[in-house]
């Protein structure tokens, strides 16, 4: 796990920050650094948000070349289909001191 003080302490630079919606009202946050995608913590607890909002807020200090958000659709697991994986849902998220496109 990535500790968020040492990455805002440490200035670092994040390639990607994905959010990831677990049933519109959890979301969990990992950062990709140096081609590295772990988790982000608080005092080794993994963080949790209840809105990206929330997510937004306390982590406005993180230097984010891109934000991702990503959602798994429950829809591939309807009955009468088959099973196989879906890839989930990535929609690209504007980053405070950062617009899309800029």
């Known amino acids: 796990m990535w500790e968020l003080k040492a990455l805002l302490k440490d200035k670092a630079n994040i390639a990607r920050l994905y959010i990831y919606s677990h ?14 995608r772990r988790p ?7 963080l949790t ?3 990206i909002e929330h997510a937004r807020e306390r982590l ?11 959602q798994y659709s429950p829809y591939q697991e309807m009955v009468g289909q088959a099973a196989k994986p879906a890839p989930p849902m990535e929609l690209e998220l504007a980053w405070p001191g950062w617009q899309a496109g800029a």
Do not use: I
Not at 23 to 36: I, K
Not at 40 to 46: M, Q, R, S, V
Not at 60 to 70: I, Q, S, Y
């Open 23 to 36: 049933d519109m009202s959890l979301y969990t946050v990992q950062a990709e650094l140096d081609g590295e």
């Open 40 to 46: 982000l913590a608080d005092g080794g607890k993994a």
């Open 49 to 51: 948000f209840r809105s």
């Open 60 to 70: 406005a200090g993180l230097n984010v070349a891109r934000c991702l958000l990503v």
